[in-house]
């Protein structure tokens, strides 16, 4: 029986070797820093992601009371389980057009933020939330544009497959979301 070496000559062995040393390598793999699991919005048809740990909880969207004098963007208020909520109208505060979904179709997603506003929990009205998945955020690229004007930088990024990644900590801490008692609509 022959050897390997005789089957093939050196220049044709040195290749496999070289190609086996480099197929024998595991993978590179991504740091737990570097990869954010994010529950995925979808509003009309436009896919948002926002960090699973500010994510408190998903509910179908149930009532919303108007609140006079408050900016258009703030839908108004919700009680889940006799605790009130402020709710934010995603669509408007990011500027988008699409078509309005019956009430019934859409899920109120509760966040928290997970540094400086912490103590802050809103909710927004969103179409559907399809699914949680792990994104690297290497794969990120630069957001084309930021929304609308005066926005602060709330997006962090859109992945290959155009998902947008929105830092839930930046629009909590936008200034735009107090609500001014002299504001008039």
């Not at 390598?25 to 995925?40: C, E, G, I, K």
């Not at 408007?92 to 506003?117: F, S």
Request: net charge negative.
């Amino acid at each position: 029986m022959k050897s390997q070496q005789d089957i093939f000559d050196p220049h044709t062995q040195e290749i496999l070797e070289a190609r086996a040393r480099a197929l024998a390598q595991p993978p590179p793999t991504a740091s737990a820093d570097d990869v954010m699991s994010l529950v995925v919005l979808t509003l009309g048809t436009e896919r948002y992601g926002v960090d699973i740990r500010a994510v408190v909880e998903i509910q179908p969207a149930g009532p919303i009371t108007r609140l006079p004098g408050v900016p258009p963007m703030w839908l108004g208020l919700t009680n889940l389980r006799g605790r009130l909520y402020p709710v934010l109208d995603l669509c408007r505060y990011l500027a988008l057009d699409r078509p309005v979904q019956a009430a019934a179709a859409r899920r109120l997603v509760l966040v928290a933020g997970t540094g400086e506003g912490a103590d802050l929990e809103i909710g927004f009205v969103v179409d559907d939330v399809p699914q949680v998945r792990q994104v690297s955020l290497a794969d990120l690229s630069a957001p084309l544009v930021e929304p609308s004007s005066g926005q602060p930088g709330v997006l962090i990024g859109i992945t290959a497959d155009m998902l947008t990644v929105l830092d839930v900590d930046k629009l909590l801490r936008d200034p735009r979301l107090v609500v001014q008692e002299a504001f008039s609509q």
